[in-house]
């Protein structure tokens, strides 16, 4: 038998001590309300639609000034480039550069409504933040396909993926994927060294034909406007030579094992810079009037896109590419 329990000294003690604890938290919380603006901004969290989209590319913006539809414009170009949606065959996608998941679902999404054709999907990316954030997007997707993975790895070094990584992406060489293609949505001008470890291993090692959106340098641009274009690519986190003249990219595409006849390479800088740098200045002046800073990197990348719309040194492409006849069938 606990004694103390049975001493009123006790008990009252206890009650009392509770309920000082009780009236001091009440009290707490009136001052707080009472402390608090009622008609300040705080509900602008009850005002948030969520999920909300986590795109970023620099999207086309021929017809819309909305930054989401911009961005899934983009990524639907280089389809309709590539004709696959078009295409009635089964497809295996290897996509790199994922981001935090809208461009998969997209991709998913736009390849199921041909309502033909199975469709495999491996998404690669080098971000653990934006990887998890991906899987949780997506994690309804893993259920609608048989071959459905997202995996943290450096595209731009094949040869060191996990053999986790590996084995998953060499599956997608199933004879019964009559339509292989690597994707690359603006994030190659980042792969260090170059671009061509990873078309050789998709040409060569996996039948894949390629697609995306990617910068190239005008071959018309002085040296010094080329070496300033290439000093801020370096500040973005390029490496110097990311930004290839359309020749030199042709001429790479060819070297890992792509036909030259079947390369196109489409300039559309007149809907992609001009929008950008319009939507990042409405963005800034409409965050500012609410308090919030768009940041300083924003701010400069507007400045850059800017540079690159009057001086047309750099300019954004769509690309696709096919292996010869006979070497992307399964």
């Known amino acids: 038998m606990i004694s103390w329990l049975s001493d009123p000294t006790f008990v009252a003690g206890l009650f009392a001590g509770a309920a000082a604890t009780l009236i001091f938290l009440l009290g707490a919380a009136v001052c707080h309300l009472l402390s608090r603006d009622h008609y300040g901004l705080d509900h602008w969290k009850l005002n948030v639609q969520l999920p909300i989209s986590l795109w970023m590319n620099l999207g086309y913006w021929k017809h819309t000034s909305d930054f989401t539809e911009a961005c899934r414009n983009y990524l639907k170009l280089v389809f309709e480039t590539a004709n696959i949606l078009a295409d009635q065959r089964s497809i295996g996608i290897l996509d790199v550069g994922i981001g935090c998941g809208d461009q998969t679902v997209t991709v998913l999404n736009d390849i199921a409504s041909r309502g033909a054709g199975s469709l495999a999907y491996i998404g690669v990316t080098n971000s653990q933040a934006q990887l998890g954030v991906a899987s949780r997007r997506c994690h309804d997707q893993q259920t609608k396909l048989e071959t459905f993975h997202l995996f943290l790895a450096d595209a731009s070094k094949p040869n060191v993926w996990s053999e986790e990584t590996r084995s998953a992406v060499d599956k997608l060489k199933d004879p019964k994927l009559k339509e292989r293609w690597l994707l ?147």
């Open 184 to 330: 690359a949505s603006d994030c190659l001008y980042h792969f260090s060294p170059s671009r061509m470890p990873l078309w050789q291993y998709a040409a060569r090692n996996l039948g894949m034909n390629f697609m995306g959106s990617d910068l190239c340098m005008s071959k018309t641009g002085g040296w010094r406007q080329k070496t300033l274009a290439r000093t801020i690519g370096v500040l973005m986190g390029c490496p110097w030579k990311a930004f290839l003249t359309e020749e030199e990219y042709r001429e790479q595409l060819v070297a890992c094992g792509y036909d030259r006849e079947s390369i196109i390479i489409n300039d559309v800088s007149q809907n992609v810079f001009p929008g950008l740098v319009a939507f990042l200045e409405r963005q800034d002046k409409a965050l500012a009037e609410n308090g919030i800073s768009l940041g300083g990197g924003f701010r400069i990348a507007r400045k850059v896109f800017g540079w690159f719309a009057v001086s047309k040194v750099v300019r954004a492409v769509i690309v696709v590419a096919r292996l010869p006849k006979g070497k992307d069938a399964a």
